[in-house]
């Protein structure tokens, strides 16, 4: 199983690669637009994504597929991701930051707010310091775990030999900053981080 | 000839490029290192770049390779190219997280700041406003350009035929994008953005 944990690569690239791979391939917009649709009282749900995602309708399509009344209302906020980055998640920088991307959403009448990419959630205190605690937040990240443990359940995936798991991470990118990253991400340790060239990925 | 007009990639990858090309290559960190020698008269160098350009060392060895006394104090500032993407270069946001980054330079002594990410010439109003008039910025961009005309200059590479020239840019990522930020950066229309493929380059 290859899960797509990346909001602009589902919302972009999803389709040729469940075409292109032999295994099961899941993303995370399906996910992240069936949890709104069950959090929605009101049919009007907020998506806030990288410009990719934003720019590819992905979140508007799927959320219209499913409810055709639904309407929704989108901003990138691509400082978000660097903002998660550098892990500057609190304070006055990133408040300020959130209220010129959010300002649109206060009057729109959204009651639900999809976090289209993966790096939002950390953000997440704040934004709903500005939004308030009449808007769901919605994970996609959240909504794609419990789709892929349930297809797991479901095709005895599991491995239940009580011992701790072991993961390896294989990275295009740098390492280094993966780890850095990865472990403000995951409030874990990350060790073993292996460096992929993209050519050599097709020998996996 | 092929200009290597990103700091990052002038950082991580001039070398093997000017060995595998068959063309000149200039890369922006040399003429960006000189530039700053020339401005400097204390001779202690700020240096600004992405998280990968200052991890690098690149300006740091350049600087001391022409002159062994240099001082250097570097500082990545990833959240400037999102910034300037953004264009939020002026306002408070970016004046607060200018100030962030740009606090440690403000006791190191630097009395010359290299600019050493092609985004961060348009935060040079906010950069200059925070270090004050004695701190030079010394824009990389700027110096590879003169590098550029004086190597086209030498090899009469110049079409002086009187016509306007004609600018095809080939671009690996959203072609959309780069006509929207390329135009921020050169103040003028980007008519012809071609997409390619990297798996395709070697045909060029």
Redesign the interface.
Known sequence: MIVVACNTASSVALEMLENELPVPVLGVVKPGAMSALKATRNGIIGIIGT??TV?SGSYQRELVRINPNIKSVSAAC??F???A??G?VSG??VK??AE?YLDEFQKSGIDTLILGCTHYPLLRAVINEILGDKVVLVDSAEAAVRGVFELLERENGFKRDGKKPHHKFYVSD?P??FRKVGERFLSEPIDEVLKVALEDVSSF
Chains 1, 2 share one sequence.
């Open positions: 410009s990719a720019a691509p400082l991701v660097s903002l980055e550098e500057w006055p920088v300020m930051v010129k740098s280094d900053r």
